[in-house]
């Protein structure tokens, strides 16, 4: 029986713009390919930061003009980025199993992530979405719609929306029926359509789950033997930055969770990642975790590279 592995993608997978993420892709479906021959069953999260903003301003510029488009609630622009990754991702997968002669299907599910209405990241928007801004043009956008933006590692002004952490995955059976059949599954994209329960299903929400704790919630529900984390370094390091910066080859959970309390990882980068694989780690027996670039992914599950992280 084939390994099972969860994978979440960064951004550094996908681009700013759909051209840009054309291209980009094609080196993202080469590894899940990669990793396919090495006779791993793959199920593949990502991110939408930049496109579910991108979506949101499209609609909103063009809903304040003269005969523009309806509002498009928030819920429905992360359905809509779902959508548009997932196809990107299903073309270049789907052209790289081709050139590779391996008959596999490739799907992408639109997937709702129940959230809780009292999570209290709804009083706390901290989820960066969007373009970068100047603080005048920040400003402006802020008098005009009331949202909120925070400075954003000194590159500028970015909105910021709620984060609330993943509570179920509304199509988890459909995904394993899915992966059970063989297919390559491309899933919780944005971290899912997030969703919270209402008296007769559920109704959406306008938030970005983050997509590494959504991908951790996944991989601890599909049973899956690994979560990898694909991001845009090769290993984890404490001291990051600093003289003394060290690169981890591998942390048991207790260390992982002491590096966090010490604070050595940054809360909007690195940070989301380790805390993802301590909450998937903390809840199965026999798992790994795994963080490494894109570009190592092979080479660190044949562990020549990448942080692994254990109980």
Not at 123 to 148: C, H, L, M, R, W
Not at 219 to 229: C, F, G, K, S, Y
């Amino acid at each position: 029986m084939n390994k099972r592995l969860v994978i979440a993608l960064g951004g550094n997978a996908l681009g700013n713009n759909p051209k840009e993420q054309l291209e980009l892709v094609k080196t993202t479906a080469a590894t899940i390919v990669d990793l396919v021959e090495e006779g791993y069953d793959v199920v593949v999260g990502h991110g939408n930061g930049p496109q579910v903003g991108m979506v949101n301003l499209a609609f909103e510029n063009s809903h304040n003009k003269v005969g523009g488009t309806p509002e498009m609630p928030f819920p429905e622009c992360g359905a809509m980025t779902q959508g548009y990754i997932g196809y990107h991702l299903q073309q270049s997968i789907g052209r790289e199993l081709k050139k590779r002669g391996i008959n596999k299907p490739v799907a992408t599910v639109v997937t709702q992530v129940e959230v809780d209405k009292a999570d209290s990241a709804f009083q706390n928007p901290t989820k960066p979405i969007g373009s970068f801004y100047t603080k005048e043009e920040a400003d402006k956008i802020v008098a005009e719609t009331g949202y909120t933006f925070v400075e954003d590692a000194g590159r500028g002004y970015r909105r910021v929306v709620p984060s609330p952490k993943p509570v179920s995955i509304v199509e988890l059976e459909t995904v394993e029926r899915l992966v059970s059949e063989g297919c390559i599954v491309i899933t919780v994209g944005g971290g899912g359509i997030p969703v919270v329960k209402s008296d007769d299903w559920f109704e959406g929400v306008a938030a970005v789950i983050d997509k590494d704790r959504a991908s951790s919630k996944l991989a601890l529900d599909l049973h899956a033997d690994m979560l990898v984390i694909l991001t845009a370094v090769e290993k984890v390091a404490i001291n990051f930055n600093k003289p003394d910066q060290k690169n981890l080859d591998e942390m048991s959970l207790e260390e992982a969770k002491k590096y966090c309390q010490e604070g050595h990882f940054a809360k909007g980068s690195m940070l989301p990642k380790v805390e993802s694989c301590i909450e998937y780690l903390e809840h199965t027996q026999n798992g790994q975790a795994l963080i490494t670039s894109l570009e190592k992914a092979k080479e660190a599950l044949q562990g020549k590279t990448g942080t692994i992280i254990h109980n």
